[in-house]
Each structure stands twice: as C-alpha cells, then as structure tokens.
C-alpha cells in the first residue's frame, strides 16, 4: 500500500491496524484489508493521541514546523 510521502506510526485498535502518514490515518482489518482512509489530516505528519469511545483523537502538522491542528475521526468509518 502506497501511503504517499511517508508513515509516522502504527497503533492498533481492537482488531484493526491503524498507520499514520504523513496527511492521513490508514485503517487496515484483521486479514490485511483496508476498511478506510481518512481525509486529509495534515501535510507533514499525522500524530495519533488517544484512542477512545470509538474516536481517534490527534493532531496533524498544516504549516511547519510547529503549526499542528487537532482532529477527532470515527475509528469505525476515519470520518470527522
């Protein structure tokens, strides 16, 4: 899977493997497929904070270095 530029981290949720890139959130289920990917998050770095309630919280970076804006996206479906 092409995630563009770069990925940040991996988390797991549950079953699903979540990876951050470098503008969005990749969400990959328990046999490899993908389930979802988010919009655009950021365009150098998507940090994921806190996995909660069926909601992933985190900020990503849209004017570095140092601009990072938070996000909370559906673990289920990555929309806001």
């Not at 981290?9 to 988010?38: H, R, V, Y």
């Not at 940090?47 to 938070?70: A, F, M, R």
């Amino acid at each position: 899977m092409d995630c563009g530029f770069y990925f940040g981290s991996f988390k797991i949720a549950d079953t699903d493997l979540l990876i951050a890139t470098a503008s969005q959130i990749l969400c990959f289920g328990p046999n490899g497929e993908m389930k979802w990917a988010s919009a655009q998050l950021g365009i150098d770095g998507v940090l994921i904070e806190d996995l909660k309630n069926g909601v992933i919280s985190g900020t990503g970076e849209w004017d570095p270095p140092g601009g990072w804006k938070p996000f909370r996206i559906s673990i289920e479906t990555g929309q806001p």
